[in-house]
C-alpha cells in the first residue's frame, strides 16, 4: 500500500514537471514575434493621436468701470480673426455676461469686438452672441470668444488602472511591460503642438519657388562667384576679436 502511494506521488510529480515544460515551450513558441495582450504594449497604439474637431477659445476680463478694451485685448481679437480664417470650422460665438455688474460695460466691449473681428476680416454672419451669466456670484463674468476648429488630441492620461509595484493584480510588473499611463502625457504634448492635423494623414503641397532669390543665386553661379550667403551683423555682434 505504501509503495502504490510512492508511486502515484511520482507518477503525479513527473505530470506535472511535463506540464510545466509544456507551458514553458508553448509561451517561447511564437510566429509573429509580438506579444498578444489586452493592452498593447506601444504606448503609440495605447494613446493614438486622434484627429476631431475642438474648440479654440480666448477669454476677455471686463471691469465694471470699463466698457472698451486694452491693447492687448485687441491684439488678442486681432489675432483670433486671424486665425478663425485659417482655420475656423463654424462662427464665433461670443459668450456676454447679463444679469451681472459688468453687464453694461461688457455689451460696450461686444460691439468694440464685433467692429474688430469684422474688420479683420470675420463676416458679419459668422459672429453669434448669446448672453450667460456664471454659477458663481462671486466669479468675474467675462466675454469668451470661441469658434469650432480640427484639432489633434490624445488622451485621456493619469488613468491608473494597476498598481505599479509588484502585485498579484499586476501581471505585467513580471513581464516588464510598459504601464497603462505611460508615454500619455507625451502622446498629449505632441499632439497640442501641431499646428495643422492634416500633417499626421498627408504631406503638404509644394509651394512657389521664391524667384528672385534663385535668379540671384543662379546669376552667380553663371559668373562663377560664391554662392554662400553672407551676415555682417553677425560680426558687429561679436565681442571679442579672438580667433581671427
Not at 67 to 87: K, M, N, V
Amino acid at each position: 500500500m505504501t509503495g502504490s502511494s510512492a508511486d502515484r506521488r511520482r507518477a503525479l510529480a513527473s505530470l506535472g514537471a511535463l506540464a510545466g515544460l509544456a507551458l514553458t515551450l508553448g509561451a517561447c513558441n511564437s510566429t509573429s514575434g509580438e506579444v498578444v495582450a489586452t493592452i498593447p504594449d506601444d504606448y503609440k497604439m495605447r494613446h493614438p493621436i486622434a484627429i476631431e474637431e475642438g474648440r479654440q477659445s480666448i477669454v476677455v476680463f471686463i471691469g465694471s468701470g470699463r466698457g472698451g478694451l486694452t491693447t492687448p485685448q485687441r491684439a488678442d481679437i486681432a489675432g483670433l480673426a486671424r486665425s478663425w480664417q485659417r482655420e475656423g470650422t463654424g462662427v464665433i460665438t461670443a459668450d456676454v455676461p447679463a444679469g451681472t455688474p459688468n453687464a453694461r460695460a461688457a455689451a460696450d466691449a461686444y460691439r468694440e469686438i464685433h467692429a474688430m473681428l469684422t474688420a479683420g476680416g470675420v463676416p458679419s454672419r459668422a459672429i453669434t452672441m448669446r448672453h450667460t451669466t456664471p454659477d458663481d456670484p462671486r466669479q468675474l463674468a467675462v466675454i469668451r470668444l470661441s469658434y469650432p476648429k480640427i484639432a489633434a488630441v490624445a488622451g485621456p492620461c493619469g488613468l491608473w488602472p494597476d498598481d505599479l509595484g509588484p502585485n498579484i493584480n499586476n501581471p505585467g510588473y513580471s513581464s516588464n511591460q510598459h504601464y497603462q499611463n505611460f508615454g500619455c502625457a507625451t502622446q498629449r504634448n505632441l499632439a497640442a503642438m501641431i499646428d495643422n492635423p492634416a500633417d499626421l494623414e498627408q504631406p503638404r503641397s509644394e509651394t512657389a519657388a521664391y524667384t528672385p532669390r534663385r535668379s540671384a543665386l543662379f546669376e552667380k553661379y553663371r559668373k562663377g562667384e560664391s554662392t554662400a550667403v553672407t551676415y555682417p551683423e553677425t560680426e558687429k555682434a561679436k565681442l571679442s576679436d579672438t580667433g581671427k
